[in-house]
């Protein structure tokens, strides 16, 4: 009995795209039509600048991915570093890898 095989790896769609969020830390992302059946595995990025980011996903499906940029200035309290709170971050560059699942 033979154990050989063959096997062909699957390639998953891959989109990547580039926004920028508007004054409410929001950018959408919009995928080609039919680019995915189901939502996609997104990863995001955000261009470093000043205070600390935070991007998370807010929306995601096969068709677009809105994500939300917050930022927020590190304050010291008694000696002890620690992070106000976060606001909408406008103007920042976002970057968006989608996978098919």
Same mark, same amino acid.
């Given at each position: 009995? $033979?154990?050989?095989?063959?096997?062909?790896?699957?390639?998953?769609? =891959?989109? %990547? #795209?580039? +926004? =920028?969020?508007?004054?409410? +830390?929001?950018?959408?992302?919009?995928?080609?039509?039919?680019?995915? $059946? #189901?939502?996609? =595995?997104?990863?995001?990025?955000? @261009?470093?600048?000043? &205070?600390? %980011? $935070?991007?998370?996903?807010?929306?995601? $499906?096969?068709?677009?991915?809105?994500? @939300? /940029?917050?930022?927020? #200035?590190?304050?010291?309290?008694?000696?002890?570093? /620690?992070?106000? =709170? &976060? !606001?909408? #971050?406008? +103007?920042?560059? /976002?970057? !968006?890898?989608?996978?098919?699942?």
């Amino acid at each position: 009995m $033979s154990t050989e095989g063959a096997y062909t790896p699957l390639t998953p769609r =891959v989109e %990547r #795209a580039t +926004g =920028v969020t508007d004054g409410s +830390g929001n950018v959408t992302f919009t995928w080609p039509v039919a680019a995915f $059946s #189901a939502p996609p =595995v997104v990863t995001l990025t955000v @261009q470093a600048g000043d &205070g600390f %980011r $935070s991007v998370r996903i807010s929306a995601n $499906s096969a068709t677009a991915t809105t994500a @939300q /940029v917050l930022v927020a #200035a590190g304050v010291t309290l008694l000696g002890i570093g /620690v992070l106000a =709170v &976060g !606001a909408p #971050a406008s +103007g920042v560059t /976002v970057h !968006a890898h989608a996978v098919a699942a």
